[in-house]
């Protein structure tokens, strides 16, 4: 079993950035793809961002396309999300998750097998 730990959420002005960093437990975190989702008070959990197993490959949703980036480090067993250019809209609790998956990177919550217990970012105007 992996066990993820979200940081760096907080609370930032629009347009500003925040870089949140999600910690894996196993050494086997490389062996699995890595997504981003995000959860608005009300609404269903939305995908993010994820990207493949050796970082390779990337996929993003529509609403944060060309703001936000994810990336990894294997040797350090964690995964990172740049995201820049906040908007209020941007305000959730944002969600890491592993799958074993991997090409094509997955975006459907349920291709997704563990999960952390989120971090919450707020966007203010």
């Known amino acids: 079993q992996v066990q993820l730990v979200e940081s760096g959420g907080g609370v930032v002005q629009a347009g500003g950035s925040l870089r949140l960093s999600c910690a894996a437990s196993?050494?086997?975190?490389?062996?699995?793809?890595m997504g981003w989702f995000r959860q608005a008070p009300g609404k269903e959990r939305e995908f993010v961002a994820a990207?493949?197993?050796?970082?390779?490959?990337?996929y993003y949703g529509n609403s944060v396309k060309g703001r936000f980036t994810i990336s990894r480090d294997n040797a350090k067993n964690t995964g990172y999300l740049q995201m820049n250019s906040l908007k209020p809209e941007d305000t959730a609790v944002y969600f890491c998750?592993?799958?074993?998956?991997?090409?094509?990177?997955?975006?459907?919550?349920?291709?997704?097998?563990?999960w952390g217990q989120g971090t919450q970012v707020t966007v203010s105007s």
């Open positions: 196993k050494r086997t975190f490389a062996n699995y793809a």
């Open positions: 998750a592993a799958s074993k998956y991997n090409l094509p990177v997955p975006s459907g919550v349920t291709s997704y097998d563990y």
């Open positions: 990207v493949s197993w050796t970082g390779g490959s990337t």
